[in-house]
């Protein structure tokens, strides 16, 4: 079984890019499972947490959303081991890919980038892709997904969108020499997506399919009925460039700027 897991800053092009691979007549994709993004983002934390209520309430809701067999067997109903649950989630996984004649899946939530060491623990082989996106541009879908969508998305403040994608941006770059972690531009999708798509599926060990391209067919099955933001996922790829300076002031555009001129994501362009 090959296990690729889509992590990043929310709103860099992660529903797209899961969207392009799960187009691979090979790949099996799911809906954002969140299976591990209720743990704590801190190890400290992580280690003293256990699983309970929560965590079951999060895969068997889950199962039920989405209409899928509810494997209750390979749910822990109480455990102080994070690899334990690791192992049970993936099971699930494993066995939805396994049912529909496959042995790739993709699994995408991108908060799971706080957890790549502990899936890694587990399942050494587990192949991370980060999707990258230009800092204004991240910044103002994030911002805007906030005001459109509060009780999704919980920053406030423009202090608070910038905080987040220089933190998120930082644990990926972190993991830039990490074996079996690799790196998508959003930007790359957009502007050549067939070569981008060729060579990260190259590196990954799959053979490229041309109806990757022709991804909008299949984007339902990844995205749930109440994920509304998503719903420009449907669309021919393309980037909106003008909502940064649609919806900020020169001044807040300035003070944004400033904020990120250190972040350099130039080293993943790739001829």
């Avoid at 406030?156 to 969108?161: G, L």
Wanted: net charge positive; proline share 3%.
């Amino acid at each position: 079984m090959k296990r690729i897991f889509i992590i990043g800053i929310a709103r860099s092009g992660s529903t797209l890019l899961q969207s392009i691979l799960a187009s691979h007549p090979k790949i099996q994709s799911f809906p954002e499972t969140h299976f591990f993004s209720f743990l704590p983002k801190q190890k400290i934390f992580r280690f003293f947490s256990f699983i309970s209520i929560k965590g079951n309430k999060v895969v068997e809701d889950y199962l039920s959303r989405n209409k899928l067999n509810k494997n209750n067997k390979y749910v822990p109903l109480f455990t102080f081991s994070k690899k334990k649950w690791v192992r049970k989630m993936v099971k699930i996984l494993d066995s939805i890919t396994i049912k529909n004649k496959k042995m790739i899946w993709v699994e995408k939530t991108p908060l799971h980038l706080y957890h790549t060491d502990l899936i890694k623990s587990v399942y050494q082989e587990t192949f991370f892709i980060h999707i990258l996106r230009n800092g204004q541009d991240n910044i103002a879908s994030l911002f805007d997904a906030s005001i459109k969508y509060p009780d999704t998305f919980k920053q406030k403040s423009i202090e608070s969108c910038i905080n987040r994608y220089k933190k998120e941006i930082n644990i990926s770059l972190a993991n830039k020499n990490k074996e079996n972690h690799f790196f998508v531009r959003f930007e790359d999708i957009v502007s050549n997506p067939k070569k981008t798509i060729e060579n990260l599926i190259k590196q990954l060990n799959i053979e490229y399919h041309p109806d990757m391209i022709n991804f909008q067919d299949n984007v339902s099955d990844i995205i749930e009925k109440n994920e509304h933001w998503k719903e420009g996922n449907y669309k021919e790829i393309q980037n909106n460039n003008n909502k940064f300076s649609e919806i900020f002031s020169i001044d807040e555009q300035n003070f944004i700027n400033n904020k990120i001129n250190n972040i350099d994501l130039n080293i993943f362009n790739y001829d």
